[in-house]
Each structure stands twice: as structure tokens, then as C-alpha cells.
T-cell receptor, first 115, second 112 residues
Framework: GAVVSQHPSRVICKSGTSVKIECRSL??????MFWYRQFPKQSLMLMAT?????????EQGVEKDKFLINHASLTLSTLTVTSAHPEDSSFYIC???????????FGPGTRLLVL | LAKTTQPISMDSYEGQEVNITCSHN???????ITWYQQFPSQGPRFIIQ???TKVTNEVASLFIPADRKSSTLSLPRVSLSDTAVYYC?????????????FGSGTRLSIRP
């Protein structure tokens, strides 16, 4: 149980284009989902927290107009990187948690490369 | 949010017991302590969680002293596949408003 998936696992795009990453909780209802970014050899950095049906709460320094987060259902959250640039290349990881669960469970991550 | 401090790296050998200690001096009353394991290019994987005293599962044990200002993850008889980064996190469970902030983690290297 407590499986979280992400799609795609890897994406390469041209600078200036937008990329959408999906995060799904497969066997539980995720009332809260989190999006993280991780650069090589570094720890995970929380980007935003989203509760189902509400606007996401972004961490300081994360541009909400650049990283659009939608959490329209209890099993799906999406992160859209708009007008991507090479510096946005990173490993993006989502996690999901239900109020009935003891902890949050992480997806496998999405590797984004912007050329 | 409680800040955690862990050793940056640790080395050990196959078959040994490895103990990784995490400091969280500002832990709040409602905070739980959770440990995750992360392999390269993968999402973190839940290992164990506890509130106080000792918790044990099929993978590890977690020791938490009475003052809860630190915790120790114990991995019995490690193997090469235990080489990974281990994160100690503290946060309030069951709260939709709470969030977990990752520290630097401990890079564990296991040698034959």
C-alpha cells in the first residue's frame, strides 16, 4: 500500500516551453501533496504544499507563476514548469499524505532537463 | 519547524551494525521523528517513524531518549545495498498544515 507514482519519469524539453509533471496516489486519498526539487548531491528542497481543492502554499523564493500546482482531486496533483530554462533542470519529487496515515510517501521522481 | 543535524557521511562494512544519530533540540511536543532512505535518482523511501522510546520494524530500529532531543537509527547487519543517503525528519503528523523540511542527510557508504 501507499504507492505514489509520477509521470513522466524523465523529460527533455527546449528552453521556453512548458512541462507538466503528474503525481498520483495509487491506493489512498492524498489530502495533502508536496513538491520538492533536488539538485545533484543536495538535499530535497520543498517547493510547495497543496491541499486538495485549495491553492498551493509556496515556499519563500519559489515563483508561483512559474511553478503552477494543481491539486484538483484526492489522487492527482500536477506541477507545471512554465517557460522552462536550463536552470530549471533538476529532479522533481512529489509526496502525498492522507490524514489517516502516519507519514508521507514519495514518488519516484521526475528528471527534467531543459536544453 | 524543528531543525535536524546529522553527520554528513559515515562508512561501514558489510555485516556491521550502523547507528546514525540525529539531533533535533527544538522538537515540539506534537512532532514525530521519521527516517527516510534515498538512493540516487529515486524518491525517498520511508524506513521508520517514532515518537518516544524504541520502535523496531523488519528493517531498522529507532531509539529516542526521554528528552526527545535526539534519535538514533540503527541498521542491523548492513549490506552493500544499504549504501544510500539517510534523512532524519521531524514534523507533526495528521496535520494538513504541517510540512517536513529535509536536512542535509547522512551519506552512508558500505564496503565489502
Amino acid at each position: 500500500g501507499a504507492v505514489v507514482s509520477q509521470h513522466p519519469s524523465r523529460v527533455i524539453c527546449k528552453s521556453g516551453t512548458s512541462v507538466k509533471i503528474e503525481c498520483r496516489s495509487l491506493d489512498f486519498q492524498a489530502t495533502t501533496m508536496f513538491w520538492y526539487r533536488q539538485f545533484p548531491k543536495q538535499s530535497l528542497m520543498l517547493m510547495a504544499t497543496s491541499n486538495e481543492g485549495s491553492k498551493a502554499t509556496y515556499e519563500q523564493g519559489v515563483e508561483k507563476d512559474k511553478f503552477l500546482i494543481n491539486h484538483a482531486s484526492l489522487t492527482l496533483s500536477t506541477l507545471t514548469v512554465t517557460s522552462a530554462h536550463p536552470e530549471d533542470s533538476s529532479f522533481y519529487i512529489c509526496s502525498a499524505r492522507s490524514q489517516g496515515q502516519e507519514t508521507q510517501y514519495f514518488g519516484p521522481g521526475t528528471r527534467l532537463l531543459v536544453l | 519547524l524543528a531543525k535536524t543535524t546529522q553527520p554528513i557521511s559515515m562508512d561501514s562494512y558489510e555485516g556491521q551494525e550502523v547507528n546514525i544519530t540525529c539531533s533535533h533540540n527544538n522538537i515540539a511536543t506534537n512532532d514525530y521523528i521519521t527516517w527516510y532512505q534515498q538512493f540516487p535518482s529515486q524518491g525517498p523511501r520511508f524506513i521508520i517513524q517514532g515518537y518516544k522510546t524504541k520502535v523496531t520494524n523488519e528493517v531498522a530500529s529507532l531509539f529516542i531518549p526521554a528528552d526527545r532531543k535526539s534519535s538514533t537509527l540503527s541498521l542491523p547487519r548492513v549490506s552493500l545495498s544499504d549504501t544510500a543517503v539517510y534523512y532524519c525528519l521531524v514534523g507533526e503528523e495528521y496535520s494538513s498544515a504541517s510540512k517536513i523540511i529535509f536536512g542535509s542527510g547522512t551519506r552512508l557508504s558500505i564496503r565489502p
